[in-house]
């Protein structure tokens, strides 16, 4: 089945920790992004790439880095100095503008938790 | 002023009544748009897709855009208890604008009683 995978479900991460979440495609969509979700404040853009080794920032970036090495995987990593990190993540892809319709589709979402 | 603004709710309604779910925007750039339901800790599932204006039916759901007044929304007919989620509208601008993420509403929780 075609679709985009999260992992972990469930990431817990120490004070002045990283950690990289992992988002895995294989529906060949070029497009991939990452959004934080708190509760009240609906989806914010942390990250969005549309091609290969091509990445640009969100409305949110501070504080995460993510690589795109390979069309199908978008591992965002949240940084040390990312002061208030405890949400729940989601991870989409969609075709680009121009090549096929543009809705996103989503994973399933990774929370993660500050201990 | 947000570029997308939806009200959040709760909206509670019984079993079987017709719910009216509506956003609206500023851009007028946007030509996709979008509405996607989400289960409690769950990623968003995609329920309509309709691009620049008009009405779009699929079963029990119906999206509208009128453009002209930068306004979208989305009707259930019959509700079920199964429709209580988070429904969050999404929007796009075309092709030919700078950037080709979604701006997504902060969604509205609504809750079916049966």
């Known amino acids: 089945d075609g679709g985009i995978t999260q992992s972990p479900k469930y990431l817990f991460r120490k004070e002045g920790q990283n950690v990289t979440l992992s988002c895995e495609q294989n529906l060949n969509h070029d497009a991939m992004y990452w959004y934080r979700q708190d509760p009240g404040q609906g989806l914010r853009l942390i990250y969005y790439?549309?091609?290969?080794?091509?990445?640009q920032k969100g409305d949110i970036a501070e504080g995460y880095s993510v690589s795109r090495e390979k069309k199908e995987s978008f591992p965002l990593t949240v940084t040390s100095a990312q002061k208030n990190p405890t949400a729940f993540y989601l991870c989409a892809s969609s075709h680009l503008q121009g090549r096929g319709s543009t809705e996103a589709f989503f994973g399933q979402g990774t929370r993660l938790t500050v201990v | 002023q947000k570029e997308v603004e939806q009200d959040p709710g709760p909206l509670s309604v019984p079993e079987g009544a017709i719910v009216s779910l509506n956003c609206t925007y500023s851009n007028s750039a946007f030509q996709y748009f979008m509405w996607y339901r989400q289960y409690s800790r769950k990623g968003p599932e995609l329920l309509m897709y309709t691009y620049s204006s008009g009405n779009k039916e699929d079963g029990r759901f119906t999206a509208q855009v009128d453009k002209s007044s930068k306004y979208i929304s989305l009707f259930i007919r019959d509700s079920q208890p199964s429709d209580s989620a988070t429904y969050l509208c999404?929007?796009?601008?075309?092709?030919?604008?700078?950037?080709?993420?979604?701006?997504f509403g902060k969604g509205t929780t609504l809750s079916v009683s049966s």
């Open positions: 999404a929007m796009s601008a075309r092709p030919n604008q700078a950037g080709t993420a979604l701006i």
């Open positions: 790439s549309q091609i290969v080794n091509d990445f």
